[in-house]
């Protein structure tokens, strides 16, 4: 792809509360899975960048954890990243979902949007679930809270709006180089991926605590002879009881796990995979430090 003269380029955010779409909207920009997507709360917990690049422009796009308030450790690292994207960006994006009203943790969000320098849009996503009629009653109901740089409604399921807001962005952003290859769509090594693959799995196919006390790691990630990929990896739990709950009635659930992981890992790396998952037992370690920083959850390893 051959760059334009006046090439533009930029650093955007996106923040808002759990669960509001944000990782459903950074793989449609980039055009395939980067972020893992869940129906559960707090499924995003490093920032993820997805870069979305054109012959003229290159938006680095920091798809961050949802703001919340914190349980532990594991939840103030996961805010602090999110917040911290505010100061390293030309723009923020604050998303909420058009089916849920505002509430305390989008006023908080808010607030701390009131100190950034940078333009910030209001994205609401979701469109496609609701009445139309109602729209013009939620973008009043934030208008009266900030003074935004646009407001866009959207559905990053379907696409509504998502091409008019990209243009928008890089209509203005400034003059810059282009920080990516053309074909690269995100910052984030293979392994990462794998890792996040695996727990979104996970997330699928479980309840209740589960998905708040598990973690994945991959310990190991090599090519044999055949050119097909071993990978071996680690699922961290915080109890003997959750730890049952993954392996299922006879090793079920941990084989439909492995087998739905290793057919999205398959498709990623473009190669056989064969992959080996282990569960291991960490009583609290979403409370702390070195178990944080080992699995990746701390400012100076965030991949």
């Known amino acids: 792809m051959e760059k334009a003269e006046n090439f533009k380029s930029g650093f955007v955010a996106i923040v808002g509360r759990p669960n509001v779409g944000k ?155 282009q920080y990516y290859p053309d074909d690269q769509v995100t910052d984030h090594p293979e392994r990462f991926i794998v890792q996040e693959i695996v727990r979104e799995k996970i997330l699928e196919n479980t309840r209740q605590e589960i998905p708040h006390s598990v973690a994945v790691y991959v310990e190991s990630m090599k090519t044999n002879e055949n050119g097909k990929v071993q990978i071996e ?14 392996i299922g009635k006879g090793g079920a659930l941990l084989k439909y796990i492995s087998i739905g992981a290793r057919r999205e890992i398959e498709k990623l790396l473009g190669s056989k995979v064969n992959l080996k998952l282990w569960i291991r037992v960490q009583s609290g370690w979403r409370d702390k430090d070195t178990a944080l920083n080992n699995l990746g959850y701390s400012e100076k390893n965030d991949y």
């Open 23 to 177: 990782s459903t909207f950074l793989n449609r920009v980039v055009g395939q899975k980067i972020a893992i997507m869940s129906d559960k709360a707090q499924t995003t917990r490093n920032k993820i960048q997805g870069v979305y690049t054109t012959k003229d422009a290159q938006i680095v796009f920091l798809d961050t954890p949802g703001i919340h308030k914190p349980e532990n450790k594991l939840d103030e690292y996961m805010d602090a990243s999110a917040l911290s994207s505010l100061r390293e960006v030309e723009a923020v994006l604050f998303m909420v979902s058009a089916t849920e009203t505002r509430g305390a943790g989008d006023n908080y969000i808010i607030d701390q949007l009131k100190k950034v320098d940078v333009p910030v849009y209001l994205i609401i996503n979701k469109i496609d679930e609701i009445n139309p009629d109602k729209l013009l009653v939620i973008m009043d109901t934030y208008r009266k809270a900030y003074d935004w740089a646009e407001v866009f409604p959207i559905s990053a399921l379907r696409g509504n709006n998502v091409d008019e807001l990209i243009g928008n962005l890089i209509d203005h952003l400034p003059e810059g180089p």
């Open 233 to 246: 990896a680690s699922i961290i739990v915080d109890r003997e009881g959750q730890k049952r709950i993954i």
